[in-house]
């Protein structure tokens, strides 16, 4: 069994920064892509980084030098930092990961999902 953990979500001025951490934990034998999307009340759920396990990382283009994705293989986590919040990020964070557990194959995995409210 395999569980994605969110934390470091919460309440923050427009202008302010969060970390956003999600560890994965179980039965893995190697974990490929991993990212970080969004949903807002009303809209679709969103990528808004997503990070290879060679480091690659990709953004959209609301988040671009703002936001910066990274992972620590090691220990199975993936890191979200915002900065210069805007009130439009307004969200549930949720981390996806790409996990190989036995065989060949592996498939997407979710996290719970962490709110981050910008606000003044």
């Known amino acids: 069994q395999v569980q994605l953990v969110e934390s470091g979500g919460g309440l923050v001025q427009p202008g302010g920064s969060l970390r956003l951490s999600c560890a994965a934990s179980g039965s893995i034998f190697n974990i490929g892509d991993m990212g970080w999307y969004r949903q807002a009340p009303g809209k679709e759920r969103e990528l808004v980084a997503g990070i290879t396990r060679g480091g690659n990382a990709n953004y959209a283009g609301s988040v671009e030098g703002r936001f910066t994705i990274s992972r620590d293989n090691a220990k199975n986590t993936v890191f979200l930092q915002m900065n210069s919040l805007k009130t439009e990020d307004t969200a549930v964070y949720y981390c996806?990961?790409?996990?190989?557990?036995?065989?060949?194959?592996?498939?997407?995995?979710w996290g719970q999902g962490t709110q981050v409210t910008v606000s003044s």
């Open positions: 996806n990961a790409d996990i190989r557990q036995y065989g060949p194959s592996s498939r997407g995995y």
